[in-house]
């Protein structure tokens, strides 16, 4: 419109404009849209609640106000638009899919949770989100940080944008910050940031001209609000002895009784629908609730909000620290109000309700006005029940019990008689059953209509005749651990005497002394000569056994017992397991065979030796072949990078495997043949049980125990491990005698004692973390090289060996401490020169003459031995290194800094914590046997993970079980091979597994109540719970047939082709529910990418500009936007096909992944297909 017409419009009144007319107006003559957005772009953040200068509306306090200072909810558009009547309840399946569709929408392929712990700037335009994402790519690449967590490279580019944004720096002092920020060189220096990188930056910042609207101009983006809470770091301390509410959040309970959202009206204008909004709030939170308490799906019943009585059955340690942490996202900060609310509410501290009610709107606010009204309504039910479950000693309980009976309301004495009255409790666990019992019968009809779950009757009977009770379907997803091999059932952690702690700028150290170890008198090493003559060939080079090879020696070569070392890395347990294969040798060396002769039936034994990882698997290839080359004995290699056949299985007598591939040959039919002649079970560092790799173990030694039941032909299992504190549990799993064959040696047996440093960042800004850690790497190698001692660094990709060895050198020559490292006019200096002009790599030439070095398997085998001669020979004083030193190759220092505990795990899509056995290999190779007395291990992490490996390395971190995240997959291929028929079946081999063992130990992390294990003492019915959840998940996916009535479980085709080819069953779902026989090469990939196996696949920020690059690049279209999970599974695995070159780091990792699996998916497609006779599917698989 012109401005006359608008003007004349204007005249005839507001009633006549259109809602598209008002908008216009409004935009017009807003404050923001008159103002420079240049100006606006550079200027300082406003503080909160400072005036913007724009006209603000009374129509924005959303309602009439009754009264002031009281805080409404407008509730007038939730009426017209909500439905009338109850809310519908969403079904699991569809609430899965609309939260897997929102997150990916949202976040192209993050979670929200991912997507929540992003802090930072956050493009508020699209323009600006493209610039932020280009720019993330670009200081991402290889040339800048390259391999970094995504946060690094957020924080990295919050810190140039602020650089960019600072109106007192000009061009060319932009320029110089930047380079100096992200290279450490200056813009004239090689590897410095070149001018068109910088213009380059320059545009993007332009284009990103929201930034200083969230950040103030030159501020740090992530220093906002930050001054006012406690750091999220800093609040863990080290926490040698963590709470049970801390534990329990770090577990994943968040989950909040009362929307947080929600804010309640305090007048009773509102009153009624207050109470529809406060109830729905806090029926989610009981169905959240009930997931963790019960370990069952949601269930439909009433509830009266917050004017409910709560049972003391529902109310546990965490109840109230639940009730808050959605209101607090910091779960120290939730910990601490749970604590003070706790508090507010004792019933020894002679307050009344009113004065209680004061107390908390006080504390909480009235945002919480739904939980305090909760709170108070069963102020003695929570307060007693929660500090009854956190009582540590029997003279606490029995303060408690006192002060009930002493309540003058006589509430307490009620809820006394509850908390001891056993009807209660049934009462109210049968109150919750209903809901489920109604789903169960909409989901399984049989003939009379009503759900027929095994032994549902009083006297039903299951196929094998014995009586059943009545199965629970539970929540498997709820009850696995979160944390995985990152989980932490101990709630404290005690150091040694003399340990000690010092706070510094920006980290804190925690150092525990080296054990050392007093040798009795008496002690005596048994000497090679005195065993058997025929096994002396095998011992080249040696003398004696060592001390724990001594105390072992007779019962692994005398005996045949079941054996459990428990020893530190580099104790000789390789030795005690070649003591077990002799003895398994010489029981079939042929009968009348002469002292000094070999001669043995090859034909009759079989050995295996289950290694975790390809390259322990190759190097103890090596070192078998060798020893057992007199005996003319075969070692062979079986894991996923070589197939046997049938024949070189028959010929070989020792196979040295991983997990995976051992399971997957033994829970095939065809290989039983092999199976029966396999006599001894060697399982090396059998602490892998915690990993979420150990449900594999546990189903290998599960099945292996109940074969020798079946068969009685006796199988010796020995189990390696790093020492541990539940050393018991596993002996129990692997059905060792106690007083025979378990043996643990701690840390003084160790052959160098290891003095220990752990190091926690406090610092939240992951970007300025990461340079803090460089100059605590700087500083800690500056103290060994005093002493002339050699330090070996590990860090956690290929690019980042060279990036912290040229860090460490550029900061020596900034300090101009280089002759620390190589003293000027030596030898040593000469010969590295010279060495150096040799190097192939780049990176190595650049910092082998200062005395750095880097290796990495990326390296040519020639700068990798090269490398290992100068270290070895003493003229390298810093190896930066990744962790295939640590496997592969024998190097050891005096001392040794892992920097940084976080490396990217492709599996799970995300930068986890590295796994103990990677922590506990990499610690092993510090301390020089008969050069040290002592070695010095040091961990540098985050502030929060100090307590994870103080625990993990001072024998405080139990092993527990994963199973439960897995049980259908293991449960399924024991049905596909015969060894489960029926549900009875599948109970008695869940008591095999170390998940029994555990759930018996610890029931309160599996979510037993402490009364369901003295009613069962062996568990029965929870396994019955467990086995039936697992059977119906695998029916639904169409993998068995499961008779409810008579408890028969039955493979089919579906479920043989999942155990076979090591495929999860939720993928076989996707493949049954979408294959087609009509399917081309487009919808064939595309049914590949949404494998179960892919499930984690991300897309970041830094990716998408990649991945659509590629995308144009592959041969085959793909029809998703490349910010899909799905898509990018589709793009990379076309890309490894195609031979395309990819730049980052993660993606590089996830096409790794992609291509580990894409063999055996796409033959399990094939076999489908075959079964089913779609020939042109098949052809095309």
């Known amino acids: 419109l012109s401005r006359s017409s608008r003007l004349e419009r204007e005249s005839r009144g507001r009633s006549e404009f259109t809602m598209a007319e008002r908008e216009d107006l409004q935009k017009q003559y807003a404050y923001n849209e008159m103002s420079s957005k240049v100006v606006q772009g550079q200027r300082r953040g406003l503080r909160r609640g400072e005036p913007t200068g724009e006209v603000e509306s009374l129509r924005t306090l959303k309602g009439d106000m009754p009264r002031m200072g009281d805080r409404l909810l407008d509730h007038r558009q939730q009426k017209s638009s909500a439905p009338s009547g109850p809310p519908k309840k969403k079904s ?129 983006p992530n220093a906002a609000g930050d001054a006012d809470k406690l750091d999220d770091d800093m609040g863990v301390a080290v926490v040698f002895d963590e709470s049970d509410d801390e534990q329990d959040n770090k577990e994943g309970n968040n989950d909040s009784d009362v929307d947080a959202d929600v804010v309640i009206d305090a007048s009773s204008s509102s009153e009624d629908e207050g109470d529809v909004n406060d109830a729905e709030g806090v029926l989610a939170g009981e169905e959240e609730e009930e997931k ?87 102020r003695v039910r929570v307060w007693a029940c929660v500090t009854l479950k956190r009582a540590q000693t029997e003279a606490e309980r029995q303060s408690v019990a006192e002060a009930l009976e002493n309540e003058q309301s006589g509430d307490g004495a009620q809820v006394w008689k509850e908390l001891n009255s056993r009807d209660r409790a049934q009462d109210w666990t049968r109150d919750r059953m209903k809901g489920f019992a109604d789903d169960l019968k909409e989901a399984i009809k049989t003939d009379d209509g009503a759900p027929d779950v095994p032994g549902s009757g009083d006297s039903s009977k299951g196929a094998d005749g014995q009586t059943q009770t009545k199965a629970n379907e539970l929540d498997l997803e709820v009850l696995a651990f979160k944390d995985g091999g990152h989980t932490m059932s101990n709630k404290t952690c005690s150091l040694p005497d003399k340990s000690w702690r010092a706070m510094k700028k920006g980290y804190e150290e925690v150092h525990v002394p080296a054990v050392r170890s007093i040798i009795p008198k008496d002690e005596k090493l048994i000497e090679i000569s005195s065993l058997p003559a025929w096994t002396h060939g095998s011992f080249k080079g040696m003398d004696k056994l060592n001390r724990i090879q001594s105390k072992m020696c007779d019962v692994a070569l005398k005996s045949s017992e079941n054996l459990l070392l428990c020893a530190p890395t580099g104790a000789g347990k390789t030795n005690v397991a070649w003591l077990t294969m002799l003895n398994i040798l010489g029981q079939f060396r042929k009968p009348n065979t002469p002292e000094g002769e070999l001669s043995f039936d090859l034909d009759a034994f079989k050995i295996i030796f289950v290694a975790p990882m390809k390259a322990l698997v190759q190097e103890q290839v090596k070192n078998f072949s060798k020893r057992f080359q007199q005996y003319g004995v075969v070692v062979r290699e079986l894991s996923g990078d070589s197939s046997l056949t049938r024949q070189q299985i028959a010929e070989t007598q020792v196979l040295i495997t991983t997990p995976e591939k051992f399971d997957v040959v033994s829970r095939q039919g065809e290989g039983r043949a092999f199976t029966q002649l396999i006599k001894l079970v060697i399982i090396d560092e059998i602490h892998l049980l915690h990993d979420e790799r150990g449900p594999v173990l546990e189903s290998i030694v599960a099945r292996t125990i109940r074969q020798v039941e079946a068969t009685a032909e006796p199988i010796r299992l020995v189990g390696l491990s790093a020492t541990l504190p539940n050393y018991a549990d596993v002996a129990a799993l692997l059905r060792v005698n106690p007083e025979k064959g378990l043996f643990f040696f701690d840390h003084s047996y160790r052959p160098v004692p290891l003095q220990m440093q752990y190091i926690g960042t406090t610092e939240k800004n992951a970007f300025r973390r990461l340079q803090l850690q460089n100059s605590i790497c700087y500083e800690k190698a500056m103290e060994q090289r005093k002493n002339d001692n050699q330090i070996l660094i590990f860090v956690h990709s290929r690019i980042e060996t060279g990036k912290t060895a040229k860090a460490l050198r550029d900061i020596a020559a900034e300090k101009s401490e280089l002759n620390r490292f190589v003293r000027d006019g030596s030898a040593t200096q000469e010969i590295l020169r010279e060495e150096a002009a040799a190097a192939k790599n780049a990176d190595l030439k650049d910092v082998l003459p200062y005395g750095f070095a880097i290796h990495h398997a990326g390296l040519a085998r020639e700068d990798r031995e090269l490398v290992e001669d100068l270290f070895a020979d003493r003229h390298i004083g810093v190896l930066c290194t990744t962790a295939t030193l640590a496997w592969g190759v024998n190097l050891p220092a005096h001392a040794v800094i892992i920097k940084g505990t976080q490396i990217y795990d492709p599996a799970k899509g995300r930068w986890a914590e590295l796994s103990p056995l990677d922590v506990l290999q990499m610690l092993g190779r510090a301390g020089r046997p008969q050069y040290d007395s002592e070695g010095e291990g040091i961990i540098l992490t985050q502030h929060s993970e100090l307590q994870y490996y103080l625990s993990l390395t001072n024998l405080q971190l139990p092993v527990e079980s994963q199973l439960i995240k897995s049980l259908q997959d293991h449960m ?150 490349p910010a899909e999970p799905s898509a990018k599974v589709n793009i990379l695995l076309q890309a490894y096909i195609s031979r395309l070159k990819l730049e980052g780091f993660a993606l590089v990792a996830d096409m790794a992944f992609i291509k580990q699996s894409a063999a055996r998916i796409m033959r399990a497609l094939f076999e489908i297909a075959l079964r089913r006779g779609w020939a042109s599917l098949a052809k095309l698989c």
């Open 92 to 220: 699991r399946r569809s609430e899965n899919t609309e939260m897997k569709n929102k997150a990916s929408v949202s976040g192209g392929g993050q979670t929200i949770l991912e997507l929540g712990n992003l802090t930072g700037y956050q493009p508020s335009s699209e323009q600006a989100r493209l610039a932020f994402e280009s720019l993330l790519t670009q200081i991402g690449s290889k040339s800048l940080l390259g391999s970094q967590d995504t946060q690094v490279l957020r924080d990295a580019v919050g810190e140039v944008l602020s650089i960019l944004h600072d109106q007192s720096l000009r061009d060319p002092e932009r320029h110089e910050n930047i380079s100096q920020l992200l290279t450490g060189k200056g813009p004239r220096e090689v590897g410095g940031v070149s001018p068109d990188v910088f213009t380059n930056f320059v545009r993007l910042g332009n284009d990103m001209d929201d930034f200083g609207r969230q950040n103030g101009a030159g501020e740090d």
């Open 292 to 378: 963790m308490v019960q370990g069952m799906g949601s269930r439909k019943r009433n509830s009266r909000g917050a004017n409910r009585t709560l049972s003391v059955h529902e109310i546990d340690a965490h109840f109230l620290q639940r009730q808050l942490s959605g209101h607090y996202s910091d779960a120290d900060q939730s910990a601490k109000m749970a604590q003070q609310v706790l508090d507010v509410i004792d019933i020894k501290n002679g307050a009344d309700l009113p004065d209680c009610e004061n107390r908390l709107i006080i504390l909480l606010g009235l945002d919480l006005a739904g939980t305090i009204k909760l709170i108070l309504n069963n």
């Open 972 to 1121: 399924n291929a024991e049905i596909a091979l015969g060894s489960i028929q029926t549900i009875s079946e599948a109970i008695d081999w869940l008591g095999y597994t170390f998940l029994f063992i555990r759930m018996l130990r610890n029931p309160s992390s599996y979510g037993i109540a402490e009364s369901s294990l003295r009613d069962d003492p062996r568990l029965k019915k929870r396994r019955l719970d467990l086995v039936h959840t697992a059977a119906s998940m695998l029916e639904k996916s169409n993998l068995i047939h499961y008779d409810r009535r008579s408890g028969a479980l039955q493979s089919t085709p579906l479920g043989r082709v999942a155990s076979q080819f090591y495929i999860n069953s939720s993928s076989m779902t996707v493949y049954n529910r979408h294959m087609r026989p009509s399917m081309a090469d487009i919808d064939l990939l595309k049914l590949f990418s949404l494998s179960g196996e892919f499930s984690h696949i991300t897309v970041r920020e830094e990716e998408k500009l990649e991945l659509s690059k590629l995308a144009g690049r592959v041969p085959i279209p793909v029809k998703e936007n």
